[in-house]
């Protein structure tokens, strides 16, 4: 009985070594699956040691953010080869946050995207106009700024995160006076933006804006003269 029993015991490996033949197992399984990060294909070899491995692995990072420069620098190319100054190009990453149940960013948000780049614009455009005080009285509404009368969005395509859009702001030339007006109101400054995607490489929504020039000491609207229009156009080809 002794004999049998120690010829059974005998005939169960210790635990270290059945734990380390299924990790073994374990690995050259990952060796064969196509979709493993460990897959080695048919006639070719694997690292010499887990050292280059790793070494690789950390390399990865590294080659997304080139990717991803790569991708910014070429969307930037884009929005000035569609007539954007490349100053005022803002950069909005997309949040996780930013999207709603139907698991694109919710359209609401590209209200408050038109509205930053529209303030790098208006930061450029207080530079142009005479450096960081005037730039401040922009911002803050001192003396002679803009204020918003309204804006239409036109949405191309859904964005997901993660991501980041370019977005930015040029003037445009007033529209037609309708048949009821004989001409546009000169307080009035029309400017258009875009918001291009860095990861689809594509424009995905546009905004028409109408801003008026107001007086915030007299508290009314004003046309700001010729200082001002120079310094909107400064950037631009167009000549008003």
Known sequence: MAFLGRSLHRSNPPRFLQKRHNSIKALQAAFRDPSSPLYLAPGTEGPASPDELLQETESEPEAEALSFNKLLKQGRAKLVQAGFHSPSIWEQPITWGDQDSFQH?????????????????????????????????????????????????????????????????????????????????????????????????????HCNEVLVWYDYEKLRKCVPGEEYHSAVWEPFTWDA
């Open 105 to 205: 960013v919710n359209n609401v948000h590209y209200v408050r995207f038109f509205e930053s780049s529209r303030i790098r614009w208006m930061t450029d455009l207080g530079h142009r106009l005479g450096g960081p005080a005037r730039t401040e009285a922009l911002l803050k509404g001192k003396g002679i700024s803009l204020i918003i009368k309204s804006l239409t969005v036109n949405y191309r395509r859904p964005v997901t995160y993660p991501d980041t859009l370019l977005v930015s702001h040029k003037p445009i030339p007033p529209p037609s006076p309708s048949p009821s007006e004989s001409s546009h109101d000169p307080a009035c400054l029309y400017l258009t933006s875009s918001a291009f995607s860095v990861n689809q490489q594509a424009f995905v929504a």
